[in-house]
Every structure is written in structure tokens, then in C-alpha cells.
Nanobody, 119 residues
């Protein structure tokens, strides 16, 4: 069974930094894209950043220049380095990966890690 586990969230002051990690485990044949989404209370879940297995990246406009997504394919892990954090970045951050396993090619989600930025 494939699962994603996020870590690294927490409380940080405005202007601070955090690094999120998301590790995929289980009977994994291959991982295509890996990405981070966020959802603030009462709002929709938005794509924050995504990275392909070839290393191509995309970012939400509001985080460009502040966030960096990276991945370690040997560890099946994706990271999100967040800097210059602002209160509007406060949200639950979710990891998503497109994984091929015995169940075929599917999207898998983590349970989320909370990021709170105080002013």
C-alpha cells in the first residue's frame, strides 16, 4: 500500500522560513510528478508547486521567488523550502504524488501538515 507522509510544518513568525518534507513509501514502481498544495480555512485547495521526475517545476505566482520545490528520487521524497513567509501563507499544506504501483497509475495524497505564520 502506498502512502505519503508530510512533516516540517509549524508556527513561524512573518519573514521566517520552514522546510516541508513528504516521503512516499510502499510498493512503488515509479513516481511521476510530486507537488504541494495548500488549503486555508474556507478556501479551495490550490497548487503551490509541482516538480516532474525530470526536475521541471511550476509555482503559484504568489510564492515565486520565496518557495523552492525539490525532490530526491532515491528517497522518494519531495521538499518545499519556504522563506519570507507571510500570514497569508498560513494553511494546511498537502503533498500529492502521481505514483505507479500494483494498483496502476494513481494520485496519492498525504494527510497534510499545518503551517501557521504569525504577524
Amino acid at each position: 500500500q502506498v502512502q505519503l507522509v508530510e512533516s516540517g510544518g509549524g508556527l513561524v513568525q512573518a519573514g521566517g522560513s520552514l522546510r516541508l518534507s513528504c516521503a512516499a513509501s510502499g510498493s512503488i514502481f515509479s513516481i511521476n510528478s510530486m507537488g504541494w498544495y495548500r488549503q486555508a480555512p474556507g478556501k479551495q485547495r490550490d497548487l503551490v508547486a509541482d516538480i516532474t521526475n525530470g526536475g521541471s517545476t511550476i509555482y503559484l505566482d504568489s510564492v515565486k521567488g520565496r518557495y523552492t520545490i525539490s525532490r530526491d528520487n532515491a528517497k522518494n521524497t519531495v521538499y518545499l523550502q519556504m522563506s519570507s513567509l507571510q500570514p497569508e501563507d498560513t494553511a494546511m499544506y498537502y503533498c500529492k504524488a502521481v505514483i505507479r504501483s500494483w494498483s496502476g497509475k494513481k494520485d496519492y495524497w498525504g494527510k497534510g501538515t499545518l503551517v501557521t505564520v504569525s504577524s
